[in-house]
């Protein structure tokens, strides 16, 4: 996306990655957030998904069918996708590793695995969470991670599973996908095995076979709230985009709006001479959102309410309560931020309440 933007402005720009396109793991679901504001996505989407259902400890499964659909990606794709708009644009496509950068004056040079040195005037740093870059992108603690793992498995649904667990701040995902389910658990302060064991009992359960399938783990950010305010995004000649910025929603895990439109910002200031400005209009945007809801994370996963754990009783208010559900279909289509979310429950919550309890009344009234 900046590589993209900065071409098209006429500046030379040189993308260095030694993958290029290359299979993620993660869903692969784009929100309606995202291909609203760049509808090229929704022209390249290989399907949508609306049907979704939910699981949680000690409540039924809840179907819920979005007003505003997932469009799903196979990683590989979308990376193809964004990749050839930034060649279009003009920019070059180097398939290199980068080694190392070092500062000689106003410029960077730029070492890789094989080939001569890049040197460049501006350097914009989208290397992933585990960015071997250290003196560029966001600086990482223990805290500020979690665990990604599970399998690409050749099989074919039309729905998406979400399955949540007490005691555990993270979810369980299947996501179908071009060719095959990304089956995956995404974790905060549990071991990798322990999350592998969920969710294999949980596939096997489901009657998903997974054995000979493709695993992949990887590191995802999840900045503990205290990290926010410190995060690097910016420095002199260089700046952070996507998961090297540590930029993913801290409840969701999602990345990839937040990533493109990083990306986006980085390109549009830095076009226009201006890349002082980024990592303000970066925290106006959507930082700041995403620092408060690293302070509901732990709530939100780990949290109990009358005697339950937190996510059972949302799977149990999304079922009873038109507002509660309306606020999910929200949260899936990301039309809501998490402080406009909190002053909603906030505002609702008497009449919320009253809903589920005449409602969970009529029910036991009709049920013979």
């Known amino acids: ?59 039924a499964p809840l179907r819920i069918d979005l007003e505003k659909p997932l469009l799903i990606f196979s990683r590989r794709e979308l990376n193809q996708l964004l990749l050839d708009r930034a060649a279009a644009a003009g920019t070059a496509l180097l398939a290199n590793r980068v080694t190392g950068i070092d500062r000689d004056g106003p410029a960077w040079r730029i070492t890789t695995r094989s080939g001569p040195a890049v040197t460049a005037d501006f350097l914009v740093v989208a290397t992933g969470a585990r960015n071997p870059l250290r003196q560029v992108g966001t600086a990482w603690k223990a805290a500020d991670s979690m665990v990604a793992l599970g399998y690409y498995i050749p099989s074919a649904q039309a729905h998406i599973d979400l399955r949540f667990f007490a005691g555990l701040e993270g979810y369980i995902w299947v996501f179908p996908r071009n060719g095959h389910l990304s089956a995956g658990i995404c974790g905060k302060q549990e071991a990798a095995a322990a999350l592998r064991q969920r969710l294999e009992h949980y596939l096997s359960g489901c009657g998903i076979c997974f054995k000979d399938a493709r695993f992949y783990a990887h590191m995802l ?4 709230p205290g990290s926010w305010a410190e995060n690097r995004l910016a420095g002199p000649g260089w700046l952070a985009v996507g998961d090297a910025a540590g930029l993913v929603d801290p409840v969701t895990g999602e990345g990839i709006y937040y990533a493109m439109r990083s990306g986006d910002l980085a390109g ?31 709530r939100v996963y780990l949290g109990r309410f009358c005697g339950g754990s937190n996510t059972t009783r949302l799977l149990q208010f999304v079922r009873r309560s038109r507002r509660v559900h309306g606020i999910l279909q929200e949260l899936f289509a990301g039309t809501i931020s998490y402080r406009d979310l909190r002053t909603r429950i906030r505002g609702n919550f008497p009449s919320t309440l009253a809903e589920i309890a005449v409602n969970s009344f009529l029910r036991r009234m009709v049920t013979p």
């Open 1 to 59: 996306m900046a590589a993209e933007r900065l071409a098209a402005a006429g500046l030379r720009t040189v993308l260095i990655d030694e993958k290029l396109a290359w299979e993620k793991p993660c869903g692969g679901g784009v929100t309606w957030k995202a291909y609203h504001r760049y509808p090229f996505l929704q022209q390249a989407a290989s399907h949508s998904v609306s049907a979704t259902w939910l699981h949680a400890d000690g409540t």
């Open 268 to 298: 549009q200031l830095l076009a226009a001479g201006r890349p002082e400005e980024y990592a303000a209009a970066v925290r106006a945007e959507f930082v700041d959102d995403l620092a408060y809801a690293a302070t509901l994370a732990q």
């Open 221 to 224: 950010p999840s900045l503990a």
